[in-house]
């Protein structure tokens, strides 16, 4: 059997792909690049140079409000002419077997280029481009889709920045509605935000910051966004969902979780209000400190990705790798040859039929875990039913 690809997911899949699709890249960059890039500027539109010689005119003659009307059709023309056919420009750029190509030209060129990087991809390197991914679409009219983000060449000629029309022909990154609502969906059941259920045992401290960690990840991608804001919503979504998680960890309301943990902290953009989960410490050291929120939904034209990884409580934690790192038998506090015993389910703990639970079906049951980390001598006793008292001289 012959196996060939690189796997997906795996991490040195971008390696793999950087390597292979080397040879792409330089026939992208020295062939075609060359071959469909041609002129400095583009030549003046017609129309629009007779407007220009009539402003010129009117401005001799002294003519304002016959200026001031030029002026306004003016706006509505291009500069240069869309069709020049000594004007072309191709871009490209890739990232791992993501590419996308920027082309100023006509179509039937676009389906040209199209085609001979299919022919190279299958002649060259044995590869098949995908037909529904790989499209040709007018940047004005439609956005292409490129590492998670819309990417559209702007216009409207209402945009005047220093007597110009600023947005015309500038490209513009922006968060897919679609992206947002699928985010959206994994916090919300039957159409409203919920709580996480897998995150109920677990203490305050890391609930927030797990939240915290999501939604600045989320946030901080589409920083580079020009319609961030909409992503208001899902700032909005995830804060129920915490809350309510909250409230459904202490059996308590969202208003009360919210007045408990709510906080107000000062950002480059003015004071923000989020949520934060405090654990103080002993000796002086700072606190620990979850956040969610606080952060401006406002564009970045250099965002930069600066995540740090949230440091979690070291107190009273349910989690299993810490249970055996502490390296003692949660029964007898024992230290030597710590085992893991599981259940299957929290419900076979609380069978009806027994008289009296041995101990360490008391301690599962009230830490509400499927797994306890015990010593050999105690996991014998468990399977063999003599677990019946909580420390062993």
């Not at 792409?24 to 407007?51: C, H, K, M, N, S």
């Not at 319609?227 to 009360?256: C, D, I």
Request: aromatic share 6%; proline share 5%.
């Amino acid at each position: 059997m012959e196996v060939s690809g690189a796997p997906q997911g795996g991490i040195a899949s971008p390696i793999l792909s950087n390597i292979y699709l080397d040879r792409l890249d330089q026939f992208v960059e020295q062939q075609l690049i060359p071959e469909y890039t041609r002129g400095e500027l583009r030549r003046r539109t017609p129309a629009y140079a007779r407007l220009q010689y009539r402003i010129a005119v009117g401005k001799r003659l002294g003519d304002r409000e016959t200026v001031s009307a030029l002026r306004r059709q003016l706006r509505d023309l291009p500069s240069g002419d869309p069709h020049d056919p000594g004007y072309r420009r191709l871009k490209y750029v890739r990232y791992c077997d993501d590419f996308l190509l920027g082309f100023a030209g006509p179509k039937c060129e676009a389906e040209e280029i199209k085609a001979r990087i299919q022919s190279f991809l299958r002649e060259q390197l044995r590869l098949e481009l995908s037909q529904p991914k790989t499209l040709i679409t007018h940047a004005t009219s439609q956005a292409a889709k490129f590492l998670g983000y819309e990417i559209k060449v702007q216009h409207a000629d209402t945009k005047i920045t220093s007597g110009k029309r600023s947005a015309n022909g500038r490209v513009g990154l922006f968060v897919p509605g679609a992206v947002i609502r699928n985010r959206c969906a994994s916090y919300m059941s039957k159409g409203k935000p919920t709580h996480r259920g897998l995150l109920m045992h677990d203490q305050d401290f890391t609930i927030v910051a797990r939240y915290g960690a999501e939604y600045r990840g989320f946030i901080q991608y589409y920083l580079l966004a020009q319609n961030v804001h909409r992503l208001g919503r899902l700032r909005r979504v995830m804060e129920v969902s915490l809350l309510k998680t909250l409230a459904a960890k202490h059996k308590s309301s969202v208003n009360k979780m919210a007045h408990k943990y709510k906080a107000t902290i000062e950002t480059p953009d003015g004071p923000r209000t989020c949520y934060e989960a405090i654990v103080q410490r002993d000796n002086g050291r700072k606190p620990l400190i979850a956040r969610f929120g606080g952060i401006p939904l406002k564009r970045k034209r250099t965002a930069l990705i600066a995540d740090i990884k949230p440091t979690m409580a070291v107190t009273k934690r349910n989690e299993l790798i810490h249970r055996l790192l502490a390296g003692q038998c949660e029964m007898c506090e024992g230290l030597a040859g710590l085992q893991v015993h599981h259940v299957r389910k929290l419900a076979d703990l609380n069978r009806p039929g027994r008289s009296e639970r041995p101990v360490w079906v008391r301690i599962m049951a009230m830490r509400k875990r499927k797994t306890l980390v015990v010593c050999e001598r105690c996991h014998q006793d468990i399977h063999a039913g003599r677990a019946t008292v909580i420390t062993r001289k």
